[in-house]
């Protein structure tokens, strides 16, 4: 079989050989000890030439249930929003997507500048002063703030609301684990916001920080001011994880105090992709910008005072710090990062609050349709955004189940996460979603729930 | 050729009014936005976005993108970091709305396709390291140590015992050592000897009852196969230890040898650099795990299982786990990739891209051996090492020599890495260059070697093609501008 990334000919390959001195290729593996050899051919799936293999991936493809054969009702932290055209034509130029880490700044221009574009974009959303470059996603970036908000402070304590995202909660505890940081779990009120009683109670002088959602994972709003308030009282950074569309209607955690802003830039031009990759975003003040983790860009001057963008802090970094680095982050999600940029300059400032106000007046109207229905009840009485919660007579999956025969992708299940919220369901609705697909699900939901 | 001004950033090409997007009208009845949330809840000020035309906002990334050097661009030999051709089949079927288009809470009977791929690659993976299972969770190669090593320290704990202590050459990638120490491990850094391999009787004297682990890059960072690897591993298991396989240099081993054969008892691979991810100008990567059947407990959950009716699904069920380490299931746009790469190749492809990587590198060395230092001169793997210090002696530093490549279309190699070589140049062709690029590249080496004799400032005020010239590194560190202010 001939492979189609694989140049060389057998001319190629004698000639080489021949100047190298050798007689065969397996001679260049003269050093690999003979018991460690596998001397077999691998055992996995067999090679298949291109229109077959197009056949077969475009066969797989068509066996999930997707965004263009259902209509997606599904948030919870990812989120079926508008892409722009120009965002895959942008990312699909292989100058950006097959090149690397640009630590060659002369011939990187492009990738650099288009970073700096994208740390600018996020300060102005956050209402931060510095940012980074990415992280992974929006939960690996919350834990990496826990972890740099307990080395700054030096206080390995951290306080997280029971109403952030699980999963980062989850991630949160792996790292604080890893690192020694305890974590400490605060609940939530029947408003479906944290409680800040508990959360007061549980603050002491030796807290570093406080990490909550905004909206949070019920997707109501929290009152930041109080929270900030508490946090700064006792000395504790506060760390905000939101969701950037939000941004566009409601006001920067910057504004309101917080300490670094993290969260997952996947509404704006990336795509769900069954969860990854989407990208992270980092932001924080000035006073802690040399504590930040990841690669950040900087402005400059080439040799002839000409403006030009480099990689920079780097002592902070692991190739610089090695063993004395808080964090081992290496690569971040530059192309992604460029999708949400491309996404932003397309959206504009305009945009940008058009989206979100669409995605707050479309979420009340739904919110209010489902709340009208018989049976279906809305449970949590603060201000929502682009989510909320419904109490369903049934267990979800089942109601899911049922959707999925309407065309509909159904909500988040609670209850996979919150045995006290078994049978609640988290309704996502952007800006893609017509009336007449809410009024469909409104319908669907309340006939599943006399069914 | 490049435009040689300076490009306007594209807040600076920002008209008030401007438009590059469209939405539809508002369908449903709209309803006073103070009569929805507080006050005190509402933005004040809006954030301050570009407004630009959807031609100016092409024309702007266009630009940028001109002034980017990918591997499509150029020879790209970033030793460690595999820069070979990335498929266009892999971006097409990462694009398909039944991969990009589906959420990651919809419940497994309605994702078999996604759940299918992912089974697959799990086992391909697997195989392909002589591991026993796979998790494909970590979002990078540094996620991926980060997950091995959690591993190591549940694996160390569950057996009750108290093991702190890593394990890792002085040649190892900056992000083993950072690794380890968000894992809660300490550091014991050992030395290599004079054939670049790790020197055996220092790793006997490091290892001890409070041994975690060893981490181990294989071929290493100086593209040398640590041909003493089963003494190496006898003397860890020996001592209690486990054995980290980084995966970053997997591509001279495909099919040919495998950690899980080795001795390793846990391992990564980097799917943006072995399995043609892409690198994406940084990412996004992925770093999944493969792990011998004493670490299975601890795995990350969910693990993508078949059932006996051949239905795939996620299975949570490990309590043992040490938690998650990424959201939802992994970078599976990447995964997507990275199988659809396994499919063109087979196991037959996959052992060829080896070969023909190790061919290509050892070829290269020859052909630059005369011109520049080779301070370890045996076969190499899939990279290898010269140094820069007869050219140093001639004024002349590695860093110019790098700077002087980009003026003849080159990405220059990885520079003063690893860290104990002197003036370093690590240079990895990849299978994927034809013997005519490598011949091209070798003479233009070879004449920037002539010129560090003959005419020294050629080299040491490169480059003079590039759209920029050296950048200032030392301001924007000390004075650092990490984004745009408008003159307001």
């Known amino acids: 079989m001939k492979f189609r990334y694989l140049p060389q000919t057998d001319q190629d390959k004698r000639a080489m050989l021949e100047a190298l001195g050798v007689d065969s290729i397996e001679a260049l593996f003269s050093d690999i000890p003979r018991e460690v050899r596998l001397n077999r051919k691998l055992n996995i799936s067999k090679a298949l030439s291109e229109p077959e293999l197009t056949a077969y991936m475009k066969k797989l493809a068509s066996k999930n249930v997707n965004f263009d054969t259902h209509v997606c009702f599904l948030g919870a932290g990812v989120y079926q929003h508008y892409v722009p055209s120009v965002v895959n034509h942008v990312i699909s130029r292989s100058e950006f997507y097959t090149a690397y880490t640009p630590y060659q700044p002369e011939i990187s221009q492009g990738e650099l500048q288009a970073i700096f574009e994208f740390q600018t974009m996020v300060c102005e959303l956050t209402g931060m002063e510095v940012a980074n470059s990415s992280m992974y996603d929006g939960p690996t970036a919350m834990a990496e703030a826990a972890m740099m908000a307990a080395g700054h402070t030096g206080k390995k304590r951290m306080i997280v609301s029971r109403a952030v995202h699980p999963e980062a909660r989850q991630i949160l505890q792996t790292y604080a684990y890893g690192q020694n940081v305890e974590v400490v779990e605060v609940g939530y009120t029947a408003e479906g916001t944290t409680d800040l009683a508990q959360l007061e109670a549980e603050l002491t002088d030796q807290t570093g920080g406080v990490i909550v959602q905004y909206p949070n994972f019920f997707g109501s709003i929290e009152d930041l001011a109080a929270i900030e308030r508490l946090a700064h009282a006792s000395g504790a950074l506060l760390i905000v994880m939101a969701n950037p569309v939000s941004l566009g209607v409601l006001e920067a955690p910057g504004k309101l105090g917080a300490d670094i802003v993290v969260g997952d830039m996947q509404p704006f031009g990336i795509h769900a992709s069954y969860g990854g990759p989407h990208c992270g975003y980092f932001a924080t003040t000035t006073k802690l910008m040399r504590k930040m983790p990841g690669r950040i860009v900087g402005q400059t001057k080439d040799e002839e005072g000409k403006r030009g963008f480099v990689l920079t802090l780097q002592a902070r970094e692991q190739h610089i710090r090695r063993e004395k680095a808080t964090s081992n982050i290496c690569s971040n999600q530059a192309l992604n990062a460029l999708a949400a940029a491309v996404a932003l300059s397309a959206l504009g400032k305009q945009g940008v609050q058009q989206m979100a106000m669409m995605n707050l007046q479309k979420a009340h109207y739904a919110k209010q349709t489902i709340a009208g229905k018989d049976g279906l009840d809305v449970v949590f009485t603060a201000p929502i955004f682009n989510e909320f919660v419904v109490k369903l007579p049934k267990p979800v999956a089942e109601v899911n189940a049922a959707l999925l025969q309407a065309g509909i992708i159904g909500g988040y299940d609670l209850g996979r996460s919150y045995p006290e919220l078994a049978g609640h369901m988290l309704i996502a609705v952007t800006e893609l979603r017509t009336k007449a697909e809410i009024d469909a699900l409104a319908q669907e939901l309340e006939a599943i729930a006399h069914a | ?488």
């Open chain 2, 1 to 488: 050729m490049h435009n040689q001004k300076e490009k306007a950033l594209i807040f600076e090409i920002s008209q008030p009014g401007r438009v590059g997007y469209s939405l539809p009208d508002l369908d449903v009845p709209e309803v006073d936005v103070a009569a929805l949330l507080p006050k005190h809840l509402l933005r004040e000020t809006p954030a301050e976005l570009p407004e630009v035309s959807e031609l100016q906002l092409m024309r702007h990334y266009t630009e940028l993108s001109n002034r980017n050097h990918g591997v499509d661009s150029g020879f790209y030999p970033l030793g460690s970091c595999t820069m070979k051709y990335n498929p266009k089949i892999n971006e097409d079927v990462a694009r398909y709305p039944g991969f990009s288009s589906i959420h990651p809470y919809q419940p497994d009977e309605t994702v078999q396709g996604a759940l299918e791929v992912m089974y697959n690659l799990q086992q391909d993976l697997a195989e392909i390291t002589g591991m026993d299972a796979v998790s494909l969770q970590p979002a990078a190669g540094a996620a991926g140590e980060f997950t091995g090593l959690m591993m190591i320290r549940a694996y160390h704990e569950s057996r009750g015992e108290k093991r702190t202590k890593v394990i890792v050459p002085n040649s190892a990638h900056g992000t083993n050592p950072a690794s380890a120490n968000v894992a809660g491990l300490e550091t014991v850094t050992i030395p290599s000897d004079e054939r670049g391999l790790v020197d055996i009787e220092a790793l006997r004297a490091a290892v001890g009852p409070d041994t975690a682990g060893l981490m181990l890059t294989n071929p290493n960072t100086l593209g040398l196969f640590e041909e003493d690897i089963v003494e190496m591993a006898r003397i860890v298991h020996e001592a209690g230890g486990l054995l980290y396989y980084d995966g970053a240099n997997a591509n001279a081993i495909l099919g040919i040898a495998r950690p899980g054969d080795m001795g390793f008892d846990v391992v990564h691979l980097n799917l943006h650099k072995t399995f043609t991810g892409p690198h994406g100008g940084g990412g996004p990567g992925a770093g999944p795990v493969g792990v011998k059947a004493s670490l299975l407990p601890f795995l990350p959950a969910p693990i993508v299982t078949k059932d006996e009716d051949g239905r795939f699904r996620l299975d949570y069920d490990k309590p043992h786990s040490i938690g998650r380490v990424k959201a939802y299931y992994g970078n599976f746009g990447i995964l997507l990739r990275a199988y659809t790469y396994i499919r063109t190749m087979g196991a037959e492809g996959l052992l060829e891209v080896s070969q023909n990587a190790v061919l290509n590198a050892n070829y290269l060395m020859r052909r630059l051996a005369g011109a520049y230092e080779l301070p370890y001169d045996r076969v190499c793997k899939h990279e290898f090492v010269l140094s820069g210090i007869r050219q140093k002696k001639q004024g002349v530093r590695t860093l110019d020599i790098a700077k002087r490549l980009l003026d003849f279309g080159y990405h220059p190699p990885t520079i003063y890495f690893p860290l104990i070589v002197e003036e370093c140049l690590m240079i990895e062709p990849t299978e994927t260059e034809t013997k005519e690029t490598l011949d091209e590249f070798a003479e233009v080496m070879l004449r920037i070697a002539r010129e560090c004799e003959e005419t020294p400032e050629v080299v040491q005020e490169a480059p003079h093609t590039t759209v920029v010239k050296r950048l200032d590194e030392a301001t924007a560190a000390r004075k650092p501008i990490l984004r745009y202010m408008p003159e307001r």
